[in-house]
């Protein structure tokens, strides 16, 4: 792939950012496009090089993570060699106590933290799109739960503490939650449904908590993401993954991880994020808005796409949509609570 040279990122030294799940897909985008700005990235994941016997075990499918060969150093290095301060750290954030030893650390280290991106997944392998409720292995269906909403509750139940504290100071803190999808349809499985669409709600509640401490919580999608599991999966690398179009037409559409990184990276940089807060954007919309582009120059559009394809049937949230989330006894009657 040939890099964009007109690409400018926006300014983010002296930012601290924390990216829960940058081993790879989208949180390594994440964190690659935040190092373009020069913000210190925390790269956290389990996936570690102190575990080589992960790379030559035999992967049972392209999505089988666990025995992907990507690690956070990998990422933590790729971050400073685009200009920022990678730092990575193995963290099972669905281990409290973990979390909550990287967040001292930080503190430590940083005496600060202005970027929460919740990334964490995992979840692939559990999917079981096309089974209805009374026939998916449930154990798989919580398993999902867990990996991907448990460890963003723990992760800004122990971060958002030093967001709040920083964000006192200067420029608006920013919580970053990563999802599938910006509507409320239905999204093929129970418990794959319930994930995504937590995932806003999860945006929407620390929103709602966040509002008097000059942090903002946002939801973010990216389209068809042509992930390095992606890339396998159709049998193609970066350098020819055009190819996989003759397979999935879509594919032509896709999009690398870096391009909602950089959707972060500007979310992270506008000083009015805090009219964002509480509402779910996609990478795209966000590309036509900021004016970013992806790593070759292109700026990919799922929804354009979709619509030429399907029809214009995104239904994706709007404020028509919001105007039913506000409101309501908590607001009427506790309007000062929390």
């Known amino acids: 792939?040939?890099?964009?040279?007109?690409?400018?990122?926006?300014?983010?030294?002296?930012?601290?950012?924390?990216?829960?799940?940058?081993?790879?897909?989208?949180?390594?985008?994440?964190?690659?496009?935040?190092?373009?700005?020069?913000?210190?990235?925390?790269?956290?994941?389990?996936?570690?090089?102190?575990?080589?016997?992960?790379?030559?075990?035999?992967?049972?499918?392209?999505?089988?993570?666990?025995?992907?060969?990507?690690t956070i150093e990998e990422t933590a290095e790729k971050v400073t060699a685009r200009g920022g301060k990678g730092i990575a750290a193995v963290v099972d954030h669905l281990e409290p106590s973990q979390v909550e030893k990287l967040i001292a650390r930080i503190r430590k280290e940083q005496k600060a933290l202005h970027i929460l991106?919740?990334?964490?997944?995992?979840?692939?392998?559990?999917?079981?799109?096309?089974?209805?409720?009374?026939?998916?292995?449930?154990?798989?269906?919580?398993?999902?739960?867990?990996?991907?909403?448990?460890?963003?509750?723990?992760?800004?139940?122990?971060?958002?503490?030093?967001?709040i504290e920083t964000a006192k100071e200067k420029d608006a803190g920013?919580?970053?939650?990563?999802?599938?999808?910006?509507?409320?349809?239905y999204r093929g499985n129970l418990f794959y449904d319930?994930?995504?669409?937590?995932?806003?709600?999860?945006?929407?509640?620390?929103?709602?908590?966040?509002?008097?401490?000059?942090?903002?919580?946002?939801?973010?999608?990216?389209?068809?993401?042509?992930?390095?599991?992606?890339?396998?999966?159709?049998?193609?690398?970066?350098?020819?993954?055009?190819?996989a179009g003759k397979k999935e037409s879509g594919f032509l559409e896709s999009e690398t991880p870096l391009f909602a990184g950089r959707a972060v990276a500007a979310l992270a940089a506008d000083r009015n994020v805090s009219k964002k807060s509480g509402r779910v954007f996609s990478s795209w919309n966000l590309s036509d808005e900021y004016g970013f582009c992806d790593a070759d120059g292109r700026r990919p559009h799922w929804g354009r796409h979709s619509a030429s394809k399907y029809g214009d049937i995104m239904n994706s949230c709007d404020e028509g949509f919001y105007k039913y989330w506000f409101g309501g006894p908590i607001d009427t009657i506790y309007a000062d609570w929390p």
């Open 1 to 70: 792939m040939t890099p964009d040279t007109s690409y400018r990122a926006p300014d983010l030294r002296g930012r601290v950012a924390l990216v829960a799940g940058a081993t790879r897909g989208t949180g390594r985008g994440i964190a690659l496009a935040l190092g373009e700005g020069g913000a210190t990235v925390y790269c956290t994941g389990r996936s570690t090089s102190a575990k080589p016997h992960r790379k030559s075990m035999k992967k049972t499918s392209p999505f089988d993570l666990s025995r992907r060969p990507e």
């Open 117 to 163: 991106v919740n990334d964490i997944w995992g979840g692939d392998q559990y999917v079981e799109f096309g089974k209805t409720i009374w026939q998916v292995d449930l154990e798989k269906g919580f398993a999902m739960f867990r990996s991907a909403v448990h460890t963003h509750i723990i992760t800004s139940h122990f971060a958002l503490p030093l967001l």
């Open 174 to 185: 920013l919580v970053l939650e990563v999802t599938d999808g910006d509507s409320y349809t």
């Open 194 to 243: 319930l994930v995504k669409t937590t995932v806003i709600r999860l945006a929407f509640a620390q929103a709602r908590e966040l509002r008097r401490k000059n942090v903002a919580a946002v939801a973010l999608t990216p389209g068809f993401l042509r992930s390095e599991a992606m890339l396998d999966h159709f049998g193609v690398t970066e350098a020819n993954w055009r190819d």
